[in-house]
């Protein structure tokens, strides 16, 4: 019998049947079981979020699905007899692609019965992905499955390191020496600063608060700025280069700027021991590239205030410095305009309306309850406000979203609402003056979200209006907050083919400027936008969808009209085999500032790895640690190349791609979409330790990977530097982010584990991380023994089950094998 939510009337188990159905389908199966004392009226509908679309005609006889738009889906029965208490339905069907995870199973389902009632019945029991063809996405997955075999496997090339041979700083610093001496800070500890680094003071003075008395152990601490000698620091980056050197009866903090002291307090708390001792030594630092960024996506689920702030603590304690708040998508927008409350009453709800107010459909498996969905909220003025100011108290720009023209659904339907109730009060002017969409465009299209109306009408005067007052509003919050405002981020990525072209309104603006292919109604979008933001003294962002050419038939390539240091391209869509693998060495030689934020390597919405309860989709592969960590910003050809699908890019290809010749990176920048980061939980698990990696990348010098001609040695070279920082992670780093007050929710590795030769052999992917294990079916606590080496069977043990933990006794996904058949002798 299916499981059921608690008090729900239907219970619900879904199972991938198999990925091997056909070419580019695969079968799954639903049981659905009425476990009330009632029928269900005939008339019933069940709806759900499903990622893959349901082949036409796949479906069991006597029912059917149907797309409604997005990722919501509707099934019902077509016979008029009623759901009997107690009877099963079960329903198999096709959809396209594949599905190998939990991530990938259709979710949120909810009933609406004939008589119009509304019943969350939640997520279905998801039957394991046992087999096979369960596992594997066609015959040409290369990639293994992560299993504990595999992870063993995997995890061979990591070994623990002594402590002497592990930084102890996170990103790896330019250059710092330690002796044998020992200084200790105090809460009682001095704390002496020039009058510009008050902020910075109030910083350290929390640090220290957190330590014990040190009595007459206690030495000062200086604050200053100051020269700070070190060469190659990007300009724009300059003030934050620091200086700290530690005595045995001072501590001095110097940077060339606030920004480079407030740099030095954040190594130093990496350095100071919880009973206040640290090392004398020196370290002289600066960063790699001026752009070390983070994008957060609050539109697919919203994230509250706090859960941002702690992204912020986070960011900052490895010296990332910028934030890159996704605001507005197809399935949500997050700040209120005053001109506009539609975008928010309209915008910022989520579910099944049961008084006909108007709001956005369930997406992602946010349910039908517009209260209770994880969908719904926003970010009063004042929320917005203590956001900005939070993170430029700790020296991060923070860079809005507002994503057009496609990914604009929520921003289209709050305008249309707008629309009609001036219309109907009988002002036509006013519901006119904002509407973002085209009533007579009958263009086909689907964007790969699987909305069908989700892009504005870029032909309209209105939208110009709209953008206008959509930045002028945002500009006024950064006024409000005390914060400056360089840039706003405008999206323009994945507007889908078949857009536009079907709409009189483009069409007309095309027939008077003279052109014929709807890119240059697009290109003609962003120059608009980028004027309205040079008129409010503000700089363009784009994703590099904006910076490139779209003509019909054409490949796309650098559009030469914007290039220039107020127009920065994100360039995400890297993944091997896209025909865009170099596009970002292309806008940057063609002379756009460049923000890496490639998919196959810094986008940890990804899944880490291809196990079925690991979260995430995989579109652009399996994004680990060692992705985030081996990526080689300024030759992306250096580290071994694979497709999502675990194949070896061809070397022809790279040799094909354009190198990068004196173009300008400004930097890179990690995103974490928000699809299924339904939860600080889970963004907190989805974002670390992945985040250390990508700072590690993004401020630490030149690793020199690059510059090593031999492929053999080149690879030695980097197993040697991913050792030392796996450890660096597990004997320092993550220990320290389980101290309050972030104590942050960082993903712990599962195990890998064999039997072989009658022992128990077990590993971790971040040497330094305890391992703890239990026999024959029970769970591992932070109690159970210690995993230290090798164990022999016990006699008569059938299972062994094994986790890693960490200092808080938070524990991972636990790893478990069979011991049946092992010799007991």
């Known amino acids: ?18 990925n091997l159905a056909g070419d580019g389908v695969f079968a799954a199966r639903l049981a659905l079981a009425n476990v009330s004392a009632q029928a269900i009226a005939p008339g019933w509908q069940l709806y759900f979020n499903a990622c893959r679309k349901v082949v036409p005609g796949s479906v069991s006889a006597g029912f059917a699905i149907e797309h409604v738009n997005g990722d919501l889906f509707r099934l019902t029965a077509l016979g008029d007899a009623p759901w009997a208490p107690g009877e099963v339905l079960e329903i198999g069907y096709r959809a396209q692609f594949w599905v190998i995870s939990l991530t990938d199973a259709p979710l949120g389902f909810y009933l609406l ?6 019943i969350d019945l939640g997520d279905p029991r998801i039957l394991p992905f046992a087999r096979v063809e369960q596992r594997m996405r066609h015959a040409e997955d290369r990639v293994p499955p992560d299993d504990a075999a595999q992870r063993h ?66 030495v000062p601490v200086m604050l200053e700025t100051g020269p700070v000698a070190v060469d190659g620091v990007p300009e724009e980056a300059a003030g934050e280069a620091y200086l700290l050197d530690i005595a045995i009866d001072s501590v001095r903090l110097r940077g060339a700027a606030a920004h480079g002291v407030f740099n030095a307090i954040q190594t130093l708390r990496q350095l100071v021991e919880i009973d206040g001792h640290l090392p004398a030594g020196r370290v002289l630092d600066a960063p790699r590239f001026a752009h070390r960024g983070m994008m957060l996506d609050v539109a697919r689920h919203f994230a509250g205030v706090e859960t941002v702030l702690r992204l912020l603590d986070c960011m900052a304690s490895y010296k990332l410095n910028r934030f890159h708040f996704h605001l507005t998508d197809d399935e949500g ?16 709800r989520r579910g099944v309306s049961l008084d006909g107010s108007p709001c956005l459909p369930p997406s ?48 289209v339907l709050a305008m249309r609402v707008r629309h009609d109730r001036l219309l109907a009060a009988g002002d036509v002017a006013g519901a006119l003056a904002y509407r973002l969409d085209d009533p007579d465009d009958i263009s086909r299209y689907e964007s790969v979200q699987l909305w069908r109306d989700n892009v504005i009408c870029i032909a309209r005067p209105s939208v110009d209006r709209f953008v206008d007052t959509v930045v002028a509003e945002v500009k006024e919050l950064y006024s409000r907050a005390g914060v400056p405002l360089r840039a706003i981020h405008l999206g323009g990525d994945e507007v889908p083919n078949g857009a536009w072209l079907g709409s009189p309104l483009c069409r007309a603006r095309m027939e008077e400027r003279g052109w014929v292919d709807v890119a240059e109604l697009r290109t003609d979008f962003v120059a608009r936008c980028r004027a309205i933001l040079r008129r409010h003294g503000l700089q363009f ?32 869509n890297n993944a091997w085999g896209s025909g865009q693998e170099d596009i970002a060495y292309r806008l940057a030689n063609a002379g756009y500032g460049v923000v890496l934020s490639n998919a196959a390597n810094l986008y940890f919405d990804l899944a880490c790895a291809k196990d079925p309860e690991e979260p995430g989709y995989y579109w652009a592969g399996f994004v680990g640690m060692r992705q985030a960590f081996a990526f080689c910003p300024l030759d992306q050809g250096a580290v071994p190349a694979f497709d999502a699908m675990g194949r070896a890019v061809p070397a022809a290809l790279l040799a094909r791609l354009e190198k990068l010749e004196g173009g300008r990176i400004a930097g890179l920048q990690g995103q974490l979409w928000g699809e299924n980061a339904h939860s600080r939980a889970r963004i907190e698990y989805l974002v670390a330790p992945r985040l250390l990696a990508l700072a590690e990348r993004a401020w630490s010098p030149d690793p020199g990977w690059r510059l090593i001609a031999d492929p053999l040695v080149r690879a030695r070279r980097i197993d040697a530097d991913w050792n ?44 330094g991380l305890a391992l703890r294990y239990a026999f024959d079916g029970g769970e591992p606590d932070a109690d159970s023994p210690r995993y230290t080496g090798p164990l022999p069977v016990p006699p008569g043990a059938t299972a062994f089950t094994i986790a890693s933990f960490d200092t808080r006794g938070r524990r991972s996904r636990s790893a478990t094998i069979a011991l049946k058949d092992a010799d007991h002798a």
């Not at 809005?400 to 990914?407: K, L, T």
């Not at 962002?541 to 994100?570: I, K, N, S, V």
């Not at 389980?738 to 993903?747: C, F, I, S, V």
């Open 364 to 411: 992602f498996g946010s349910g039908a309850d517009i209260g209770a969905s994880a969908g719904t909220g926003h970010y009063s003025h004042a929320d917005f406000i203590a956001i900005l100011r939070h993170a430029h108290a700790r020296h991060i720009e923070v860079i809005p979203e507002f994503n057009m023209p496609g990914h604009a659904r929520a921003a």
């Open 724 to 767: 030392e920082f796996a450890n660096r992670l597990g004997q320092r780093a993550l220990p320290r982010l389980d101290r309050a007050p972030l104590a942050y929710g960082y993903r712990l590795p599962p195990p890998g584990v064999e039997l072989r030769e009658g022992e128990i052999r077990a590993s971790v992917a971040l040497p």
């Open 333 to 348: 927008w997050r700040l209120p305009v005053a001109a506009l409350p539609e975008l928010i009453e309209v915008g910022a």
């Open 113 to 118: 019965t004939k008589e119009g009632g509304v």
């Open 1 to 18: 019998m299916p499981t059921t939510q608690a008090g729900a009337p239907v219970a619900i188990d879904w199972e991938c049947l198999s």
């Open 541 to 572: 962002a784009g994703w590099d969808d904006t910076a490139l050419t779209h003509a019909a038939g054409g490949a796309p390539a650098p559009e030469p009209r914007f290039a220039g240091p107020d127009f920065h391209a994100y360039v995400w």
């Open 153 to 218: 496997a995997d995890n061979a090339a990591v070994h623990l390191l002594p402590q002497a041979l592990v930084g102890r700083i996170t990103p790896r610093p330019l250059s710092a020496r330690f002796g044998t001496d020992l200084c200790r800070l105090g809460c009682d500890s001095a704390v002496a600063h020039e009058p510009g680094l008050t902020r910075e003071a109030a910083f350290l003075r929390t640090l220290l608060d957190t330590l014990p008395p040190a009595r007459a152990d206690a």
